[in-house]
Structure formats: C-alpha cells, structure tokens
C-alpha cells in the first residue's frame, strides 16, 4: 500500500485537480439569465431579461447608446448586483461559485483598459494565466501567452509598458490577456471599438473561432454589419428591454432597427456573402444645418 504524506495531499488540493472545469458539449449552456433586473437609485437599467449562450455560438448584444448592453455583460459576469432575477454559470448560480472557480470558468473583456502601474504588455498578458497558477494547468502558461500574442497581433509590443500603448493597442493586448485565459465562455464589451478596419475583422475572425473551437462568446458590438457577418445570434436591446433574440437575417429588419435606433435604416445583401448589411438611410436633399 502507497501513502502519500500530508505535505503532498495538501499540495494536490492547492493545484485543484479535483475542480477544475471540463470542457462541455457542442450545444450545452454555459452561461443563463433568468428575469435579470438592474436598477440605480429609482432608475430600473434592465427590465426581466432571459438569455443564454451555448458552445458553440457567438451572441452579439446590439443596441443604441443606453440601451443596457454592457449593464447586461456586467450583470451577467456579476459585476454589477441584480435587482431581481438570477445569473447562472455551468448550471449553478452565480454566487455559488468562488471567484477563482469563475476565473477557471469565464473570462472578461472590460470596456476600459486601464492599468494602475506602468506593467509591460507580456506582463498584462500573462496575468490572464493567474488563475491557474497552482494548478496542473500552469504548465501550458508560456504556450498559450505566446498563442495570444501572435493571434492578437502584438507580439512586437510586448516588452512595452502598457499606459503607453495607443487605444487599439491597449485593446488588443486586452484581448490576448482574455484569450490566454483560455476560459471555455468569453464576455467581451466593445472588442473592436478602438480599432481600425482591418484589426475589427481580424479580432471578429478570432472571436468566430473560438465559437467554432468549442467556446461559447457574447460580444457587445455597436457595428451591426459586423454583429450580421459574425454573430449565430444577436440579441437587440431597446431602454433596458430584450426586444429580438434570433439569427442576423431574422433580427436586423428595417422596420425594427429605425425604430430601436430612431433612425431611418436601408438593410439589403452582402454582395459577396448575403448577410445583412445596413446602412444608415440619407436623403441628400434633406436641409443642411
């Protein structure tokens, strides 16, 4: 008979091998809000909003400016508290996980990429590996950091310090901090807000395949011909209402979005790919200011 001395036991419950996450099916849940409700003072933000992700999807939340979409992301990632309802991660609630047990679980992209000390780019990258460091996991830290860097397009910035990064960079280097997290759900705000055209598709291109690659993401996008060519699902948002959750051809109507963004829309064809494409509608002969 083998014994293991206490030392070793205590040691192998630190690296949590008993913890950590599998990775779940094509298909599965990974992350479920049941009548989430946020409210500030006397204002209510969101009114009762369902939503889900599966592997396997990427979920864009669309809307005008105010309408709650990153209140939505921050309630769904328990950032900001809920006022009624409940969040639900892997099939259980989310106060019932540790924040390590999350961090193993789902990764997040802020809005705001702000750093309080002068950390060199490498450095913000591998804080993405911080919670797997005492477990089995850590010994694909320098694999998947290297990973990020290359797909993020910032390998040449790496021994910069980060507060000195212009806006698109600090953005991507976020992402690669995200993406070396390697959670199985990713909750981005706005990825692609500081970039050019160019980074925007390269970034989605990434985002599509983490979807493809048994990851599920839920992306807030201001861009809708970007949220049509990427996105299996967008969910529209309108003053703190879920107003249409289905596919980009079903959802991105014209009648629906020159209502929700009051704004008149044309929505034809992609010539090349047949997604949606929406365009603002301008009427040259309209007055000018």
């Given at each position: 008979?083998?014994f293991s001395?206490?030392?070793?036991?205590?040691?192998?419950?630190?690296?949590?091998?008993?913890?950590?996450?599998?990775?779940?099916?094509?298909?599965?849940?990974?992350?479920?809000?049941?009548?989430?409700?946020?409210?500030?003072?006397?204002?209510?933000?969101?009114h009762?909003?369902?939503?889900?992700?599966?592997?396997?999807?990427?979920?864009?939340?669309?809307g005008?400016?105010?309408?709650?979409?990153?209140?939505?992301?921050?309630?769904?990632?328990?950032?900001?508290?809920?006022?009624?309802?409940h969040?639900?991660?892997?099939?259980?609630?989310?106060?019932?996980?540790?924040?390590?047990?999350?961090?193993?679980?789902?990764?997040?992209?802020?809005?705001?990429?702000?750093?309080?000390?002068?950390?060199?780019?490498?450095?913000?990258?591998q804080?993405?590996?911080?919670?797997?460091?005492?477990?089995?996991?850590?010994?694909?830290?320098?694999?998947?950091?290297?990973?990020?860097?290359?797909?993020?397009?910032?390998?040449?910035?790496?021994?910069?310090?980060?507060?000195?990064?212009?806006?698109?960079?600090?953005?991507?280097?976020?992402?690669?901090r995200?993406l070396?997290?390697?959670?199985?759900?990713?909750?981005?705000?706005?990825?692609?807000?500081?970039?050019?055209?160019?980074?925007?598709?390269?970034?989605?291109?990434?985002?599509?395949?983490?979807?493809?690659?048994?990851?599920?993401?839920?992306?807030v996008?201001?861009d809708?011909?970007?949220?049509?060519?990427?996105?299996?699902?967008?969910?529209?948002?309108?003053?703190?209402?879920?107003?249409?959750?289905?596919?980009?051809?079903?959802?991105?109507?014209?009648?629906?979005?020159?209502?929700?963004?009051?704004?008149?829309?044309?929505?034809?064809?992609?010539?090349?790919?047949g997604?949606?494409?929406?365009?603002?509608?301008?009427?040259?002969?309209?007055?000018?200011?």
């Amino acid at each position: 008979m083998a014994f293991s001395s206490p030392g070793a036991s205590i040691l192998g419950r630190l690296r949590g091998r008993r913890d950590l996450p599998e990775r779940s099916a094509p298909g599965s849940v990974t992350l479920r809000g049941s009548g989430v409700r946020v409210q500030r003072g006397e204002r209510a933000i969101l009114h009762g909003i369902d939503f889900e992700v599966r592997v396997g999807e990427v979920v864009a939340l669309v809307g005008p400016n105010g309408a709650g979409k990153s209140t939505l992301l921050a309630a769904l990632t328990g950032d900001h508290p809920l006022s009624g309802g409940h969040v639900e991660v892997d099939g259980r609630d989310l106060d019932g996980w540790t924040p390590l047990a999350l961090a193993w679980r789902r990764a997040v992209l802020p809005q705001q990429h702000t750093v309080g000390f002068p950390f060199t780019a490498r450095q913000v990258v591998q804080m993405g590996r911080a919670a797997w460091a005492r477990t089995d996991r850590r010994d694909a830290d320098a694999e998947l950091v290297d990973a990020a860097f290359a797909t993020c397009d910032v390998a040449h910035l790496a021994d910069r310090p980060f507060p000195a990064l212009s806006g698109g960079e600090r953005a991507r280097v976020a992402l690669a901090r995200v993406l070396a997290q390697d959670t199985q759900t990713l909750l981005l705000d706005e990825p692609t807000a500081a970039l050019d055209i160019g980074h925007q598709e390269t970034i989605m291109q990434v985002v599509r395949s983490r979807a493809d690659h048994g990851h599920a993401v839920v992306v807030v996008l201001h861009d809708l011909g970007l949220a049509a060519a990427y996105a299996d699902r967008i969910c529209v948002l309108e003053k703190g209402l879920l107003v249409a959750d289905g596919s980009p051809g079903a959802v991105l109507t014209e009648e629906l979005l020159s209502r929700v963004y009051d704004y008149p829309v044309r929505v034809s064809a992609h010539p090349e790919t047949g997604t949606p494409l929406v365009l603002p509608h301008r009427d040259r002969s309209a007055p000018t200011l």
